[in-house]
Structures are given as C-alpha cells and as structure tokens.
C-alpha cells in the first residue's frame, strides 16, 4: 500500500491537487487520501479506488505502483482532471463563469481556424 500511497502522491500533484482538492473531486474524506498516501490505509474497497481514479480524471489500474504512463493519461487527460477538480470546488455562480469563458475560448479558436 506505501508504492500506492506515493503513486497516489505522485498523480495529485501532477494535476495540481492538494489532498483535499483531490479528496472532493473523489467523494472521499480527506482524511482518507492522507491515510492512502501515507500508507496506513491497507485495503481500499474497489469503489473508493474508482471514486479517486474517477475524480484525478484516470484509470484505476494509474493507482498501482507499475502502471503504465498509458494508463495514467497524457497532459490533455490531466488538464482535463485539473479542470473536472477545479470545477468540483466551484460554486454554481462561478461554474457558469468557468463555462462562459471556456465557450468563449474554444469558440474563437474554432473561428481563427475555419
């Protein structure tokens, strides 16, 4: 579980996330995520392994310690993860501001193309 722990570590910071960030794009407690990383959790359920691949926005088998970098997502995968956390945290008002912004942004690149 320690390797698990430190891949956990590993996955969260390189999208950004505190523990308590990944913690609620998760659904899980933030005490949690610390016992994962930190090694005394020794047997996570199935379900709360899916919970913390669904919220860093990877596959489950990213959580093992020999993963391979497919299964861990390219920077798009994890832009995106950072993305689907930041918008976990947000408030509706500020969630309606992340999508105009993000419409806005897409929509002129779209037209600088075409």
């Known amino acids: 579980m320690v390797r698990m722990g430190a891949r956990l570590r590993a996955l969260r910071e390189e999208r950004g996330l505190t523990q308590q960030g990944a913690a609620k794009a998760a659904g899980i407690t933030t ?5 994962l990383e930190n090694g005394r959790y ?9 919970r913390i691949a669904d919220g860093l926005g990877i596959a489950v088998s990213a959580l093992m310690p ?5 299964a861990m997502g390219g920077p798009e995968v994890i832009l995106k993860a950072r993305l689907m956390a930041t918008a976990a945290r ?3 008002e500020d969630l309606e501001l992340i ?7 897409v929509d002129r690149r779209e037209r600088s193309r075409g």
């Open 31 to 35: 005490d949690m995520i610390s016992r």
């Open 66 to 70: 020999d993963a391979s970098p497919t």
């Open 90 to 92: 947000a408030v509706r």
């Open 42 to 50: 020794k047997s996570p359920g199935l379900r709360t392994l899916v």
């Open 99 to 105: 999508s105009e912004f993000a419409a806005f942004v």
